[in-house]
T-cell receptor
């Protein structure tokens, strides 16, 4: 079954607006939650990641909000720009053990209109 | 650094043919991952190598799929025989040592279409 559920599938936002992408997970053993950004024709690239010991992490215009009790986390893109137009994937995995096996969400295609 | 290199970038083949995808990880990285991306199933881990040794191949869909890493700078993913449902984008990624918090660097992917 799908370990990480992501929504929405696609998102259109005006330049300067806030883009919000949501993810939910089931496995309470997950304790590392990265977000990846993928441009057309390119592979995914790590954007920002969070551990559940904090409820929020901010890097520039990108913020992850984390709700451990609800097993949900979200990506907020403030002041969205056309250059942010890409597909975004959330992921979840165990930040311990031998290697980082991630389970990815299905992706959100973001289109920021100029 | 050139990043993770994959070839070919696009592959069109007929059902039943053998397909070989190639990957060159970032120099100095000891861990290599093969992923498959489809609309239906998203991004799935197929197999993970550490120091050229397969560590976890639980994601390999069936015996038609095989992967090798003969040395630290080269890996192949082979599908034999290929089927239309194998059509997908296949990504290779590498990380420094595969540790749980290590960043995985993805290649540009190989878009495979099996007719």
């Amino acid at each position: 079954q799908q370990q990480v559920k992501q929504s929405p599938q696609s998102l259109i936002v005006q330049k300067g607006g806030i883009s919000i992408i949501n993810c939910a997970y089931e496995n309470t053993a997950f304790d590392y939650f990265p977000w990846y950004q993928q441009f057309p024709g390119k592979g995914p690239a790590l954007l920002i990641a969070i551990r559940p010991d904090v409820s929020e992490k901010k890097e520039g215009r990108f913020t992850i909000s984390f709700n451990k009790s609800a097993k949900q986390f979200s990506l907020h893109i403030m002041d969205s720009q056309p250059g942010d137009s890409a597909t975004y994937f959330c992921a979840a995995g165990r930040g311990r053990g031998n290697f980082n096996k991630f389970y990815f969400g299905s992706g959100t295609k973001l289109n920021v209109k100029p | 650094d050139a990043g993770v290199i994959q070839s070919p970038r696009h592959e069109v083949t007929e059902m039943g043919q053998e397909v070989t995808l190639r990957c060159k990880p970032i120099s100095g990285h000891n861990s290599l991952f093969w992923y498959r991306q489809t609309m239906m199933r998203g991004l799935e881990l197929l197999i993970y190598f550490n120091n050229n040794v397969p560590i976890d191949d639980s994601g390999m869909p069936e015996d038609r799929f095989s992967a090798k890493m003969p040395n630290a700078s080269f890996s192949t993913l082979k599908i034999q025989p290929s089927e239309p449902r194998d059509s997908a984008v296949y990504f290779c990624a590498s990380s420094l040592d595969g540790g749980p918090l290590e960043t995985q660097y993805f290649g540009p992917g190989t878009r495979l279409l099996v007719l």
